[in-house]
Every structure is written in C-alpha cells, then in structure tokens.
C-alpha cells in the first residue's frame, strides 16, 4: 500500500514538474511566424502578433497582444487591437512532434474599428476576399489556403466596436461586444452568437449561422440569424439629430436572412418616448410597426414591402424606399392612414408637438392620413392631407377661448367641443409644423379657415377667419346682442340684429397647450368696409343709418379699433 502510494506521489511530482518545467522547454515563440503568417493568408490582412507562451494547464497558447491591419483603402490605423490573444492548441502534437494544431481562439478586450465610405462600402468588406489575400500572402505561404484554417472555437469577450465614415470624426461605439463561433471554417457554414450594449443604454444580440465566407466581399457573406434589440436610444445612433430634441427608445424582434446580395429582415418594432419634432414632448404611448424589408448590399438601397403601423386601435400602412447616402440614410415612404380611433392617437400628440389644453380630451372621432416621409432620417419631412371626421374634444369650450368671436356674435360653444370635420395640408419637419388650408366645420360656431405654423418653441402663429354658420347659437334669442361690438355688428347688418355668415378674422397664438385668441382688428376693419361681414340685411345703407347719418367707413374702423383697443391699421 505504501509502494503504491509512493509510486502516486511520484507521478504526480513528475507531472506537476512537466507542467511547471516544460513551458519553458518548447521554444513556443517559433510558432509566432506560422501563426502569423496562416492568419494573414486566411484574413487578407496583415497579422501581427506579441509574446508568446505556453499553459500545459489550459492546453493553450497566449499572445501579450494582436493586431489585424485594416484596408489601406479606409484606413492605416488597424482593423482590431486586443490586449492578448489565447489559441488553443493539442498539446502532444506540440510537445512530440511540434506540430500546430489550433483547436480554438479567445480574443480578449479587442477593439474593431468598422468604417464605410460614401459609396456605402464597408472595409470589412475585403476581409478573408482573393484580393487581400493576394495582397497579403508571402512567399513562403504560397500553399496556404482558407480551406487549411478551421477554428472548433472562436471568441471575442469584452469587445467594442466603432463604426464611423472615412470623412467624418463623428463615431458611434458600443460596448460589452461579446462573439462566440463553433467550427469557424472559410468555406462552410458556423453558428455564430453577437451580443452588445448600445450607446446609450440597451442590448443587442443575433443568433444565427453565418457562411461560408464570400471570397470576393465579406459583406455579401450569406446569413441567417434572429435578430433581437431591446433599449436603442436613437438620439445616440447618429439615425436622428439630438440637438433638434428628436429621439425615442427601439425594441426589435425579428429574422435576418442575407443570400446572393439581398437581405430581407422582417418583424416587428416597439418605438417608445418618441419624439418627433421640435418643441415636442416623449409620446405616452408606443408605436407598433409590423415590417418587411429587403436591402440590396450591393446598390445600398431598399425597399420596404406593405407594412402596419399601430398606435392603440389605430392601423396605418408604410410603404416606400430608403438608400445609404454617405452618412445618412435617406427615406421615401408613403403613410396612409383611414377612420383611425382619434382617441386612441391622443396620447402621441405630444410627438408631434400637439399639447391639447389642460383638461381637454379627444373623447370621439376618427382621422384620415395620406402623408410622405422623405429626406434623411436626421431631417424627415413629412407632407401630406389630415383629416380629422365627427370628433369631440371634451372639456373644452372653444366659446370662451374665442372671447373675441363671443364678443362679436354672442355666439356660445358650449363645454364640449364638436367638430364635424377638420382637413389640413400638413408639413411637419424637425423645426416645427406647418398647417395650409386649415378648415375646420364647427356646427356650434360655423366654419373657420387659414394656415399657420407650430415652431420649434411650440408658439402658434395662424391667421384665421370664422364665417358663422346658421345653426349657431348666439346669447339673446332672435340676435346677436345689442350692445359692444355686436351691436355693431347687428347695425351693420340693418338693425335686424343677426348676424349668421358673418366673417369674423382673428389671430391664434400662443401654445396648442394654452392657445390665445386676438382679434385681427386691421382685417375686421377690412370686412366691414368691403361688406363681407354676410349680416343678415347687410347693406352698407343699413349700417350707415344705424351708426349716425352721412357715416363714411372710416369711422366703423375706428370703432372698431377703439373697442378692441387697438390703433386702426
């Protein structure tokens, strides 16, 4: 027993010697050229490694660091730099017969700079091409081919990359980049798992096979993975300009699929806080897209097939093109929306830069769009018709906002307000909203008209006229009221005391939030002297006698000026 044990303890002796001793034994640094130079041939880049040494332990080699060579088409500075570099090696190959046998490679901390040009190429395009590797290859590696390098295990732990454009300093880096890839051969299929944190917070992560390796533009290498991204903050992209307050957080499933140039990835978006528009605030609710997209990899261009977007209940369809231009991305997409729940899109108003009042509600009605999206995505302008049919805005009485209209006619609204039917041409763009061709029927008030705008501060700055309609209510029964400026009114219109068809003009400022109603007093005076103010027996002979005899319009305008305390124009 104790002889048995002796002898253990000797082996174990000898063995811990070996493991200890043995390292230092195999000169492993004349490996280094073979590494390098089977590396170089395979990659079609320059491979340069540091210090090597030997674990018996691990079975692995380690270099102190590495660095692969970039395009010198896009860059001199490398492709990727890592602290160290461990290849797994068979260790009785290398200890009896100092054959290399590479069994896997851990790249750890490596930083991989990806860089495209303006016509869209990427320098990692050429990576593992015939080209490079003509370029690369020495002499002595004349026999070397891709098919000689086949890796059981290939990862790249606590990575970055950097993606930029060759003319540009501007970079986007993420972080926490993780690679895991099993039987990584050139010209075969491997399984490959890419995990990252985005700029700004959330995760990325595909899963897939990917291969084999397209010999002439790495990039048109085919692929099919799951694709998963969860938190994107696009303000940090680079997609949407953030000094124009633009922005919104991205959630994505989906499948990518790359073969013969094309890529199709299809499924669907979350795109959540988003932020439109200058002057706007983060939407409270989400907006879902269903979406089919096939992208040529060698025009750089798209198409995006029928696809559904979804706020609540409401459905809208997307289709149009997009294309790679230098550093942006520019769009072509057609939104049609139809008899979508009004109430359901409130919430992602703000978006828009749309603050109802404080207290207001969109309780019915249903909107209708017919909107193009084009220019980069850093700058979309969208242009198009609105239409918003048989709404309600509870909690809001556009009477008492309108105190000018009130004062005028007498007219009152009401606490809700109903609208038959509201229709814009709308340009919406990141410093603010443009309105042409606002018409609005209001069955309590009439119809009002005009255009305007919503900058980037959210100001409102529309001209606008109501023209009263018969069915409006006014505040004495038979007629406007007989004192104030609606008696002047009811003057002009022969002392018959109604004043439906009137055309009132007046001004909208201040914010969607808090609007503010002014009288446009220079183009009431206007009215009154062309007699397009519509009162019922309006005749100017009528008005004349009502306010003192041989009355010249002049002095309708100062009456009007005085009343609303303002000069005359």
């Given at each position: 027993m104790k002889k048995a044990l002796k002898i253990v303890l000797i082996v174990v002796g000898v063995l811990i010697v070996l493991v200890l001793v043995v390292p230092f034994l195999i000169p492993v640094n004349q490996f280094r050229p073979t590494i390098e130079e089977k590396a170089s041939a395979a990659l079609g880049r320059k491979v340069e490694l540091g210090n090597l040494s030997l674990s018996l332990i691990s079975g692995s080699l380690s270099a102190d660091n590495i660095s692969i060579g970039d395009d010198p088409k896009f860059s001199s500075s490398p492709f990727l730099t890592a602290k160290s570099l461990k290849v797994g090696v068979e260790i009785l190959p290398l200890i009896f017969s100092k054959t290399l046998n590479v069994t896997g490679v851990t790249i750890d901390t490596p930083q991989v700079t990806l860089l495209h040009n303006s016509a869209g190429l990427w320098n990692y395009s050429s990576l593992g091409s015939a080209a490079a590797k003509t370029e690369a290859a020495k002499p002595s590696s004349s026999s070397t081919s891709a098919a000689d390098l086949t890796i059981k295990k290939l990862e790249l732990k606590n990575g970055s990359i950097i993606i930029g454009l060759v003319n540009s300093q501007k970079r986007s880096t993420y972080d926490h980049v993780d690679v895991?890839?099993?039987?990584?051969a050139m010209t075969s299929q491997f399984p490959v798992t890419v995990t990252a944190d985005l700029p700004s917070g959330g995760k990325f992560k595909l899963d897939g096979v990917v291969g084999p390796v397209d010999q002439a533009d790495t990039s048109l290498t085919p692929l099919a993975a799951k694709l998963n991204v969860n938190g994107l903050n696009l303000a940090a992209t680079g997609l949407l300009d953030p000094s124009l307050g633009l922005g919104g957080l991205v959630d994505l499933d989906g499948t990518l699929e790359s073969k013969d140039g094309e890529a199709e990835i299809k499924g669907n978006v979350r795109f959540s806080k988003a932020l439109l528009i200058a002057g706007g605030a983060p939407a409270a609710v989400p907006v879902i897209v269903d979406f089919n997209s096939k992208y040529n990899l060698r025009k750089n261009a798209g198409v995006l097939n029928p696809s559904t977007l979804k706020i609540g209940g409401a459905a809208a369809h997307l289709n149009g093109t997009y294309q790679s231009v230098g550093e942006a991305t520019v769009v072509n997409i057609k939104l049609e929306g139809k008899d979508m729940p009004a109430k359901d899109l409130e919430a992602f108003l703000p978006a828009l830069g749309i603050h109802l009042p404080k207290g207001a509600s969109l309780a019915a009605g249903t909107l209708n769009t017919d909107l193009n999206i084009t220019g980069p995505t850093n700058r979309l302008v969208t242009n198009g018709t609105v239409g918003l049919f048989h709404a309600k805005i509870a909690n809001f009485d556009l009477g008492s906002k309108m105190s000018t209209i009130s004062m005028l006619t007498g007219v009152k609204t009401g606490q809700d307000l109903?609208?038959?039917?509201?229709?814009?041409?709308?340009?919406?763009a990141p410093d603010g909203l443009q309105a042409e061709n606002f018409l609005a029927v209001v069955p309590a008030l009439g119809n009002l008209i005009g255009a305007g705008t919503v900058?980037?501060?959210?100001?409102?700055?529309?001209?606008?006229?109501?023209?009263?309609?018969?069915?409006?209510?006014?505040?004495?029964?038979g007629g406007a009221p007989v004192s104030g400026i609606g008696g002047v009114l009811g003057a002009i219109g022969g002392g018959k005391g109604n004043c439906k068809g009137a055309t009132?003009?007046?001004l909208i400022h201040g914010t969607t939030a808090d609007p503010k109603f002014v009288p446009d007093v220079g183009g009431i005076a206007a009215s009154l002297v062309k007699s397009q103010l519509g009162c019922a027996g309006g005749a100017t002979t009528g008005a004349t006698k009502a306010l003192g005899q041989e009355q010249n319009p002049a002095d309708a305008i100062n009456a009007l000026g005085g009343l609303f305390k303002k000069k005359k124009p």
């Open positions: 895991a890839a099993s039987n990584v109903d609208i038959e039917k509201l229709t814009t041409n709308l340009r919406m900058d980037s501060k959210n100001d409102l700055d529309f001209k606008m006229a109501a023209t009263l309609a018969n069915t409006a209510t006014f505040s004495s029964s009132i003009p007046f």
